[in-house]
T-cell receptor
């Protein structure tokens, strides 16, 4: 059973547009929520992460929004570029320190 | 600083064989975790090691095992390989279990 539900499965955005990926979780023991970016033939690379005591975190063009009461968090990619075309995974971790991943979102940025 | 190194990058085996995969963590990282990635099941946690001790195990059969050495390098072993074991096996390391995990590029295992 997937502990973290991620949507959409894929999205296409024009260059300069905003990509939004949503994730939801049930386990209230989760206390760390990272996002990973994966290119074909490569392992996932840590992009940005947030803890539940913060509602928003921004790093460059990437922003995480976190809604603790709704048990939801999302990734916003601003000014999307062709080089952002990749698969993005949300994840969550609790006291057992193992990461539970969403199913992934394939983002395609059209030039 | 060198990243997480996994060897070999590709492996082809037949059913019933066994395989050993290797992971060298980032220098100074003591926690090593293993994940299996498949198109159908996504990324699934296998196990985590810290200071040569397995502290967590995912829902995988006993055919999947691992170990960690005193230099934090880790190996994963799969015995009696099945077709369904075909996957990308990823290793991630972190300074400690509560720190961010950094992944290697994985070992692509194909079972014929």
């Amino acid at each position: 059973q997937q502990q973290v539900k991620q949507s959409p499965q894929s999205l296409i955005v024009q260059k300069g547009g905003i990509s939004i990926i949503n994730c939801a979780y049930e386990n209230t023991a989760f206390d760390y929520f990272p996002w990973y970016q994966q290119f074909p033939g490569k392992g996932p690379a840590l992009l940005i992460a947030i803890r539940p005591d913060v509602s928003e975190k921004k790093e460059g063009r990437f922003t995480i929004s976190f809604n603790k009461s709704a048990k939801q968090f999302s990734l916003h990619i601003m000014d999307s570029q062709p080089g952002d075309s990749a698969t993005y995974f949300c994840a969550a971790r609790g006291g057992d320190y193992k990461l539970s991943f969403g199913a992934g979102t394939t983002v395609t940025v059209r030039a | 600083k060198a990243g997480v190194t996994q060897t070999p990058r590709y492996l082809i085996k037949t059913r019933g064989q066994q395989v050993t995969l290797s992971c060298s963590p980032i220098s100074g990282h003591r926690s090593v975790s293993w994940y299996q990635q498949t198109p159908g099941q996504g990324l699934q946690f296998l196990f985590e090691y810290f200071s040569e001790t397995q502290r967590n195990k995912g829902n995988f059969p006993g055919r999947f095992s691992g170990r960690q050495f005193s230099n934090s390098r880790s190996e994963m072993n799969v015995s009696t390989l099945e077709l369904g074991d075909s996957a990308l096996y990823l290793c991630a390391s972190s300074l400690s279990a509560d720190q961010p995990q950094h992944f290697g590029d994985g070992t692509r295992l194909s079972i014929l």
